[in-house]
């Protein structure tokens, strides 16, 4: 990573008396946010006020500082620090979710969320109703991740058909539900299919460049999705996005299927581009990223990085990636991912996601297509359930892929079409729909005050290991884990709290008016 530096902040303001300054960098996998302050009493209280706003920075209203004294926030943020998600202004009922995913990799039992994709050769409903409801009556429980794509239930460059597409989604979150959504999206320069390449080789930043015939095509296709995603929204659904997937894996398949504009080039087919590089995946990605929820306004989303697994024996491409070469940044994304079709769950990048610190997902599972179609019933989620456990412990959701017609017949990957699922349902570890968290928040306003009231006290370090520190004395504190459950409780005035019992993850302390997020990392 490249170390990144924000000018001095002190436009305006006396330099002799006061100067601001802020430098991100990394020691050892490691964040640092460092702010050097020079004055004290009424400047600096002038430049507390202006730079506030700046990243998951808090700074102390009644703390003073001598002449050239260093203040060093949030000691060493490690990679692993997980107290906010990518849009700083996700509604509660995100966060939640977030928190309630980040957390599991450490939680006793219920540590695997089970998820399917819809199948997209049916309606909506219609595959809701023999993926789903179908399951329900075989198994006497419900899945807890749907997933659907947005483009492949219409024709026309910008998906439309939002009551058909929302309603089963709409319908599971009302039962307490995930909801993942990706999106196939056509070429921007001329709309062609995602796998048409025109304009992709000497020409890919114009996607995310303003002024020119790919960027208005671009915009209007994510305007078109932001309907979709404002309606799920308005109906209190939390959205884990999936765009631009398996980027790093762009191969000639027996149609050309899987060379998707966005993703790295194939070199028998590609013998010069190279293209998307890593900087033109990022801008492509941060524009997406700020256009939904900035320019559309949407705050109910948690953004999903998801590469191809490299499993050679099923992608030979000699350009392949690394997983998590294209990985936008920390800033931009919620969770990490892979798709795979393989039995045996080979990710060889496994550790360098789980490096970025954010919640690890399996976004696409299937096994591995042999003789390619008509497998119903010939596949053991027991082998996969094994594989998962041991191989990938913090995989905290995963998603069947669905059922689609090929050549001859239908690949079938969907839980109600294969073996072993009594096995799942039996282990400890899986969640299903009825073991997820009811309501998702069950305090809001432990998160809502954290996030919103002008906190005027100090906590370090932060993360803590062992003892937290307190800038003044706090009066009968309170405790509450990330879902808002209160764990801690003490009465009398007190400057430090010990957390060495607490589990790594995300907690809220309260005391009077007084609400603040910390981190407990071990």
């Known amino acids: ?184 999206i056509k070429n921007p320069w001329n709309m062609g299919s995602l796998n048409d390449t025109n304009g992709v080789c000497s020409r890919f930043y114009e996607v995310y460049t303003n002024g020119n015939t790919a960027n208005t095509n671009f915009k209007r296709i994510l305007d078109s999705i932001a309907v979709g995603f404002k309606q799920l929204q308005d109906s209190g659904v939390t959205i884990l996005f999936r765009p631009f997937h398996e980027m790093n894996a762009a191969y000639l398949g027996p149609t050309g299927q899987c060379n998707k504009w966005w993703a790295q080039k194939h070199p028998g087919q590609f013998t010069v581009c190279t293209s998307p590089s890593f900087s033109e995946y990022q801008q492509l990605w941060i524009y997406t990223f700020n256009y939904l929820t900035t320019t559309k306004n949407l705050h109910n989303i948690l953004w999903v990085y998801s590469p191809s697994a490299l499993v050679s024996s099923t992608l030979p491409n000699s350009r392949f990636k690394t997983e998590d070469y294209f990985y936008p940044g920390n800033n931009y994304v919620d969770v990490v991912g892979v798709d795979i079709y393989d039995d045996t769950l080979a990710v060889n990048g496994y550790n360098a996601l789980l490096a970025t610190g ?32 041991s191989k990938f412990p913090a995989t905290c959701y995963w998603m069947s892929w669905s059922d689609f017609p090929i050549t001859g017949g239908y690949y079938y990957c969907s839980l109600v079409n294969q073996n072993g699922i009594n096995t799942l349902l039996s282990d400890p570890s899986i969640t299903t729909l009825n073991e997820l968290p009811n309501p998702w928040c069950s305090s809001t306003s432990i998160y809502e005050n954290a996030k919103t009231e002008n906190n005027n006290f100090m906590l370090y370090p932060n993360p803590a290991t062992n003892d937290l520190t307190f800038s003044e004395s706090l009066n009968n504190i309170e405790i509450f884990d990330g879902l808002g459950q209160l764990i801690i409780k003490t009465d009398g005035k007190s400057e430090t709290i010990n957390v060495v019992n607490l589990k790594d993850g995300i907690y809220f302390i309260r005391s009077d008016n007084k609400t603040l997020r910390f981190i407990v990392k071990h």
């Open 1 to 184: 990573m490249t170390a990144e530096r924000t000018p001095a902040g002190n436009t305006g303001l006396a330099k002799v008396a006061v100067q601001f300054s802020a430098d991100t960098f990394v020691v050892n996998q490691s964040l640092v946010l460092r702010i050097n302050i020079c004055g004290e009493n009424r400047h600096l209280r002038q430049a507390r006020k202006r730079y506030v706003t700046c990243k998951k920075t808090l700074l102390n209203q009644n703390i003073k500082m001598t002449a050239f004294k260093t203040l060093l926030i949030g000691i060493l943020f490690p990679i692993t620090f997980l107290s906010q998600t990518a849009d700083n202004q996700a509604n509660n009922k995100t966060v939640c979710i977030y928190n309630y995913l980040s957390t599991r990799a450490t939680a006793t039992n219920q540590n695997h969320v089970m998820g399917q994709e819809l199948d997209w050769a049916t309606s909506p409903s219609t595959s809701y109703s023999q993926l789903f409801t179908a399951f329900q009556a075989t198994y006497s429980t419900e899945i807890s991740l749907a997933g659907i794509n947005y483009y492949k239930y219409t024709s026309a460059g910008y998906p439309t058909n939002f009551s058909t597409m929302n309603a089963p989604l709409i319908s599971h979150s009302n039962k307490n539900g995930l909801v993942t959504i990706m999106a196939d």
């Open 358 to 389: 954010k919640p690890f997902a399996i976004c696409e599972f299937g096994p591995k297509r042999i003789n390619n179609s008509n497998n119903q019933f010939t596949y053991n989620y027991g082998v996969f359930l094994n594989q998962m456990k």
